[in-house]
């Protein structure tokens, strides 16, 4: 209509649009990985994209904290998260090996980020659903994008560090992109870490934890990614398990109050 104006974005003070910056700059490093994967400079690249996943974990943390959530934001996050995440990787796994196995390099690819367009796509609807339990904050609903692109990419991690031609073998790469392609989609709870809470006792072992991290980060990086790595995988049977044990005792908790409902019922019978 013409009388109708188009919807402007609210003002915002600096500190609110911090998350935002973060975002963008996330999509800016997702995107340069692309470039240093054009130019065949593998760890550029994947460096990049460790640093597009630290900023995509700390812009929605900082939009919580300074209350500068928006709806804007999300949708701009999830551009930027297809992008760092799902487009990235793929071409850069294309690049690497992929295009060596012709069309079925390219339809795995492909497969790759359309599965990681889907997961996205399934988170975002899923956060406005009121009916969930407090409980399942703590998980999420298949691997988490970010995630899901370090999985994928582990082969060319592991050939920095090994020299060995099978782990660039197309056959090897396919069977980690169907693998993650499959977690991204699936339905198998895995820990999300994002209400974690460190008890007073365990501060400053914490602490003593993430500078030890940051320190093997700095001298043995890619030995120490493929570790971080490692033990998420070993966290899904965990967290499947945690997942059902909640579920399995928030249901028993309604049928505990249903049949404490039909004892006191029968008893007014009775003494009716």
Same mark, same amino acid.
């Given at each position: 209509?013409?009388?109708?104006?188009?919807?402007?974005l609210k003002e915002l003070s600096?500190?609110?649009?911090?998350?935002?910056?973060?975002?963008?700059?996330?999509?800016?490093?997702?995107?340069?990985?692309?470039?240093?994967?054009?130019?065949?400079?593998?760890?550029?690249?994947?460096?990049?994209?460790?640093?597009?996943?630290?900023?995509?974990?700390?812009?929605?943390?900082?939009?919580?904290?300074?209350?500068?959530? /928006?709806? +804007?934001?999300?949708?701009?996050?999830?551009?930027?998260?297809?992008?760092?995440?799902? %487009?990235?990787?793929? *071409?850069?796994?294309?690049?690497?090996?992929?295009?060596?196995?012709?069309?079925?390099?390219?339809?795995? =690819?492909? *497969? $790759? /980020?359309?599965?990681?367009?889907?997961?996205?796509?399934? +988170?975002?609807?899923?956060?406005?659903?009121?009916?969930?339990?407090?409980?399942?904050?703590? +998980?999420?609903?298949? %691997?988490?994008?970010?995630?899901?692109?370090?999985?994928? &990419? *582990?082969?060319?991690?592991?050939?920095?560090q090994i020299e060995a031609d099978?782990?660039?073998?197309? +056959?090897? =790469? !396919?069977?980690?992109?169907?693998? %993650?392609?499959? &977690?991204?989609?699936?339905?198998?709870?895995?820990?999300?870490?994002?209400?974690?809470?460190?008890?007073?006792? $365990?501060?400053?072992?914490?602490?003593?934890? %993430?500078? *030890?991290?940051?320190?093997?980060? =700095?001298?043995?990086?890619?030995?120490?990614?493929t570790v971080i790595l490692v033990?998420?995988?070993?966290?899904?049977?965990?967290?499947?398990?945690?997942?059902?044990?909640?579920?399995?005792? !928030?249901?028993?908790?309604?049928?505990?109050? !249903?049949?404490?409902?039909?004892?006191?019922?029968?008893?007014?019978?009775?003494?009716?």
């Amino acid at each position: 209509m013409l009388g109708t104006r188009r919807k402007r974005l609210k003002e915002l003070s600096f500190n609110k649009m911090i998350p935002n910056i973060l975002t963008m700059l996330a999509l800016c490093a997702g995107l340069t990985a692309l470039r240093f994967g054009l130019e065949e400079k593998w760890e550029p690249a994947i460096v990049s994209l460790v640093i597009a996943g630290v900023l995509d974990a700390l812009d929605g943390r900082l939009a919580r904290a300074l209350q500068g959530t /928006s709806k +804007f934001g999300a949708e701009l996050d999830s551009l930027s998260d297809f992008i760092g995440f799902g %487009v990235a990787p793929a *071409l850069l796994l294309y690049l690497w090996t992929m295009k060596d196995a012709g069309p079925i390099g390219w339809v795995l =690819v492909l *497969l $790759f /980020s359309i599965c990681c367009a889907l997961r996205l796509a399934r +988170f975002n609807t899923g956060i406005d659903e009121p009916d969930q339990p407090a409980w399942t904050k703590n +998980f999420f609903a298949g %691997v988490p994008a970010p995630a899901g692109a370090g999985l994928v &990419l *582990l082969p060319i991690i592991l050939s920095f560090q090994i020299e060995a031609d099978f782990i660039r073998q197309p +056959f090897v =790469v !396919a069977v980690f992109i169907i693998a %993650v392609s499959g &977690l991204l989609v699936s339905q198998l709870p895995t820990y999300s870490f994002k209400n974690l809470r460190v008890q007073h006792r $365990f501060v400053l072992l914490t602490m003593l934890t %993430v500078g *030890l991290l940051a320190a093997l980060i =700095v001298s043995a990086p890619w030995l120490t990614l493929t570790v971080i790595l490692v033990v998420y995988i070993v966290t899904f049977p965990f967290g499947a398990r945690t997942y059902k044990a909640l579920e399995a005792k !928030a249901n028993a908790k309604p049928n505990a109050e !249903a049949g404490m409902n039909l004892v006191e019922e029968i008893e007014n019978k009775s003494a009716d």
